[in-house]
């Protein structure tokens, strides 16, 4: 079974600087994706980005960014030029990547982040 | 373009009453996909379904939960005789085809039991 691990239950930030969410994973499996979700106020789950485990490169969305790890099972997600609107829960999240097991997804119990004017 | 609907968004039930709820996916998806988020928690994967097939219930409690995804029309969580330990919010993703990594997520539904 796979567990996902972000150790950082709440954060806070300066608006217009940069802040890195963390996130570990435990798994076996040698093909997976990695993924953060937002979860803002209004509780509707947006993705924000995903990284596939055979791609070295990191991923990257405009301001987000992820360094991903794959040997240490490190999959931080780096948010630059914070914004109000970033003001949200975070959620790290696991799907492994095998045959017809593409679809279930497994969350850590997420970082609140609070972006301060 | 209309994204994943759930309703309702609030539903208020009292212990031992039937609790529905309703998600229609995306236009042109046809894989649905429930999830639960207890307070404090992460989302928890409960059931994955096609039109009219379940793929995988291993998430689902044994016992008071069902799920379906009939031909036509939404697909439907049913939680019969709810307990306050039921009281969460409820998340329908859908996706186009068998790669569920592209899972869009609805607004919710926000149970609670009295």
Same mark, same amino acid.
């Given at each position: 079974?796979?567990?996902?691990?972000?150790? #950082?239950?709440?954060?806070?930030?300066?608006?217009?600087?940069?802040?890195?969410?963390?996130?570990?994973?435990?798994?076996?499996?040698?093909?997976?994706?990695?993924?953060?979700?937002?979860?803002?106020?209004?509780?509707?789950?947006?993705?924000?980005?995903?990284?596939?485990?055979?791609?070295?490169?990191?991923?990257?969305?405009?301001?987000?960014?992820?360094?991903? #790890?794959?040997?240490?099972?490190?999959?931080?997600?780096?948010?630059?030029?914070?914004?109000?609107?970033?003001?949200?829960?975070?959620?790290?999240?696991?799907?492994?990547?095998?045959?017809?097991?593409?679809?279930?997804?497994?969350?850590?119990?997420?970082?609140?982040?609070?972006?301060?004017? | 373009?209309?994204?994943?609907? =759930?309703?309702?968004?609030? !539903?208020?039930?009292?212990?031992? =009453?039937?609790?529905? !709820?309703?998600?229609?996916?995306?236009?042109?998806?046809?894989?649905?996909?429930? +999830?639960?988020? !207890?307070?404090?928690?992460?989302?928890?994967?409960?059931? +994955? !379904?096609?039109?009219?097939?379940?793929?995988?219930?291993?998430?689902?409690?044994?016992?008071?939960?069902?799920?379906?995804?009939?031909?036509?029309?939404?697909?439907?969580?049913?939680? =019969?005789?709810?307990?306050?330990?039921?009281?969460?919010? +409820?998340?329908?993703?859908?996706?186009?085809?068998?790669?569920?990594?592209?899972? +869009?997520?609805?607004?919710?539904?926000?149970?609670?039991?009295?």
């Amino acid at each position: 079974a796979q567990t996902v691990t972000q150790s #950082q239950p709440e954060m806070s930030v300066q608006e217009a600087e940069t802040v890195t969410l963390s996130c570990t994973y435990d798994t076996s499996e040698s093909n997976y994706y990695l993924f953060w979700y937002k979860q803002p106020p209004s509780r509707q789950m947006i993705l924000v980005i995903r990284q596939e485990a055979y791609k070295q490169q990191n991923a990257t969305e405009n301001r987000f960014s992820v360094n991903f #790890q794959k040997a240490a099972k490190s999959f931080s997600l780096k948010i630059s030029d914070s914004q109000l609107g970033d003001t949200a829960m975070y959620f790290c999240a696991f799907m492994k990547h095998s045959g017809g097991s593409n679809y279930k997804l497994t969350f850590g119990k997420g970082t609140l982040l609070t972006v301060n004017p | 373009n209309a994204g994943v609907m =759930q309703n309702p968004r609030h !539903l208020v039930r009292r212990r031992g =009453q039937e609790a529905r !709820l309703r998600c229609s996916p995306m236009k042109g998806h046809s894989h649905v996909y429930w +999830y639960r988020q !207890l307070p404090e928690e992460g989302l928890k994967f409960m059931v +994955y !379904l096609q039109k009219e097939n379940i793929i995988d219930e291993s998430g689902m409690p044994k016992e008071r939960f069902s799920a379906e995804f009939p031909k036509e029309g939404p697909s439907i969580l049913r939680i =019969q005789q709810v307990v306050r330990g039921d009281s969460a919010a +409820y998340f329908c993703a859908s996706s186009a085809g068998w790669n569920g990594y592209e899972q +869009y997520f609805g607004p919710g539904t926000r149970l609670t039991v009295t």
